[in-house]
């Protein structure tokens, strides 16, 4: 067990809806990442979060958009859903960023039907 | 010149064997260089990493080689065992880039009894 946990394990929703991931790294941890899994791109970094601020992003779609709460704990908001957003999603938190260990969650399995 | 290049896609191993896997990169500002192991329906989870000032790191059967003038590293398993079936990612991360992960494609290791 990492320590990092995400809700909910699997989620099957329609195109055109909306959802969101909930990320509540380990304890002590600063920093949250978001990653994207998907068989033909592998393991892509979406967005990164050091204590409340956006600090980097990746390949993020319009459509997707994340934040951090006071609490440390992130959500990242998945709208108007197409088929090709299907994949697991995971978050990954560390204690500060630049080279220092991460820890990754268990991941969301997004099914878009 | 922010790819990770990993090989090979698959890999079939003998019990007691010892199993290779190589990547490369092209961005000499990477500094941070770990490798994740991930099960079915797991999020990955940190083996072992590595920076560039050292050539080798040895951690139980896992050693990181790497090569900083062919920028190139490399994951060897000793006494490869049938529970270390799992797909294994290299990454590498620049430090100024907030400790965003940059991964390989990912390779496949089946270990045979």
């Known amino acids: 067990d990492s320590g990092v946990t995400q809700t909910p394990k699997h989620l099957i929703t329609a195109t055109g809806q909306r959802v969101t991931l909930r990320c509540s790294p380990r304890?002590?941890?600063?920093?949250v990442y978001w990653y994207q899994q998907s068989l033909d791109q592998g393991l892509q970094f979406l967005i990164h979060?050091?204590?409340?601020?956006?600090?980097a992003k990746g390949n993020i779609l319009e459509r997707f958009s994340a934040q951090q709460f006071p609490d440390l704990h992130s959500e990242l908001n998945l709208s108007s859903l197409e088929l090709g957003d299907s994949a697991l999603y995971f978050c990954?938190?560390?204690?500060?960023?630049?080279?220092?260990?991460?820890?990754f969650g268990q991941g969301t399995r997004l099914t878009v039907v | 010149q922010q790819q990770v290049k990993q090989s090979p896609q698959s890999l079939i191993v003998q019990k007691g064997g010892i199993s290779i896997i190589n990547c490369a990169y092209e961005?000499?500002?990477?500094?941070?260089f770990p490798w994740y192991q991930q099960f079915p329906g797991k999020g990955p989870a940190l083996l072992i990493a590595?920076?560039?000032?050292?050539s080798e790191k040895k951690e139980g059967r896992f050693t990181i080689s790497f090569n900083k003038s062919a920028k190139q590293f490399s994951l060897h398993i000793m006494d490869s065992q049938p529970g270390d079936s799992a797909t294994y990612f290299c990454?590498?991360?620049?430090?100024?880039?907030?400790?965003?992960?940059?991964f390989g494609q990912g390779t496949t290791l089946q270990v045979k009894p």
């Open positions: 990454a590498a991360s620049r430090p100024d880039n907030a400790g965003k992960l940059i």
């Open positions: 990954a938190s560390s204690v500060m960023w630049g080279g220092t260990e991460a820890f």
């Open positions: 979060y050091y204590n409340g601020e956006e600090r």
């Open positions: 590595i920076r560039p000032d050292v």
């Open positions: 961005n000499t500002a990477f500094d941070y």
């Open positions: 304890s002590g941890d600063l920093s």
